[in-house]
């Protein structure tokens, strides 16, 4: 759930879809994000302009055009197109901003770019060993979408750790810990 610049004004994500209020609840209405993507896992209002939303499902990320409180959410553009197409578990993670970024974790790969690029950028290696493995979760600094967090499990001679890493450059370097 996240709430917009006005109180009245809200925004879910529930196991059926995407929903939206401007009556501070009074009444719902279900937004047309494309099912074909998989189920809803995050909706976010845009931090600098109320009338952008975000919605991310298992296997994409969308974004609103600004057309008025009105039509909020009522139509999307795509924001992970160019990715491949995989049968591999997919994590998304946006960081909003001026201009923001995105992150994609891709069967263990991570890929980023901002939200203004076009262009994908692998993320460096997360771990100079080869038995390595990133958990399926990143978080994402709401005050600077180039600062991320992960964890990574590591196997080294039969015993079992896990580190955390950190990124300041939107993935391109990481660093251990916090």
């Known amino acids: 759930i996240d709430v917009g610049a006005k109180?009245?004004?809200?925004?879910?994500?529930?196991?059926d879809g995407f929903y939206i209020t401007t009556t501070a609840g009074t009444s719902w209405k279900k937004l047309p994000v494309p099912a074909d993507t998989g189920a809803p896992v995050d909706i976010q209002f845009d931090p600098a302009n109320a009338n952008v939303l975000y919605a991310v499902t298992e296997k994409a990320a969308y974004r609103s055009p600004d057309m008025g409180e009105q039509f909020?959410?009522?139509?999307?553009?795509?924001l992970t197109g160019g990715l491949p197409e995989t049968g591999g578990t997919r994590l998304i993670v946006l960081g909003l901003?001026?201009?923001?970024?995105?992150?994609?974790?891709?069967?263990?790969?991570?890929?980023t770019r901002k939200l203004d690029e076009a262009a994908w950028t692998p993320g460096a290696n997360l771990g100079s060993?080869?038995?390595?493995?990133?958990?399926?979760?990143?978080v994402v600094n709401p005050a600077n979408p180039e600062?991320?967090?992960?964890?990574?499990?590591?196997?080294?001679?039969?015993t079992v750790s896990s580190i955390l890493r950190q990124t300041t450059d939107g993935g391109r370097t990481w660093t251990p810990g916090l």
């Open 7 to 15: 109180s009245r004004v809200v925004a879910a994500a529930c196991a």
């Open 72 to 78: 909020l959410g009522m139509a999307w553009e795509l």
């Open 97 to 111: 901003g001026n201009p923001g970024r995105i992150y994609v974790l891709l069967e263990g790969v991570l890929l």
């Open 129 to 138: 060993w080869r038995s390595a493995y990133l958990y399926q979760w990143l």
């Open 147 to 158: 600062h991320a967090v992960c964890a990574v499990k590591i196997r080294l001679r039969g």
